[in-house]
């Protein structure tokens, strides 16, 4: 199993930044994806973005280019989600997720798919203020 736990979510001002961090516990020599994710109340979770954990090969919803990077720390087991230039439609609660499966392609198509991934953390809420 893989434990993960995410941090760095608050309060933020349109504009502004925050750095999201992912700690995987466990069966992390498995892993092979580590993807963000975010749901809003009453909508769906939707895809941020994903990282291979050997080759730090990144992959991003279009909502987010330009403005967050994902990184990974592998002496850490720990994966970033730097987000800059906030907008109040990135308010959400944002999780992370494992997958231990070998992907069936390295495209963003299919890191977008929560049922690509195994294990979820319990998420750190962000918040934008307009």
């Known amino acids: 199993q893989v434990q993960l736990v995410e941090s760095g979510g608050g309060l933020v001002q349109a504009g502004g930044s925050l750095r999201l961090s992912c700690a995987a516990s466990?069966?992390?020599?498995?892993?092979?994806?580590i993807g963000w994710f975010r749901q809003a109340p009453g909508k769906e979770r939707e895809f941020v973005a994903a990282?291979?954990?050997?080759?730090?090969?990144?992959f991003y919803a279009d909502s987010v280019k330009g403005r967050f990077t994902i990184s990974r720390d592998n002496a850490k087991n720990t994966v970033y989600l730097q987000m800059n230039s906030l907008k109040p439609e990135d308010t959400a609660r944002y999780f992370c997720?494992?997958?231990?499966?070998?992907?069936?392609?390295?495209?963003?198509?299919?890191?977008?798919?929560?049922?690509?991934?195994?294990?979820w953390g319990q998420g750190t809420q962000v918040t934008v203020s307009s």
């Open positions: 997720a494992a997958d231990l499966g070998l992907p069936e392609s390295f495209t963003t198509a299919t890191m977008s798919s929560p049922y690509e991934y195994d294990y």
């Open positions: 466990g069966r992390t020599g498995r892993t092979y994806i």
């Open positions: 990282i291979t954990w050997s080759a730090g090969r990144p």
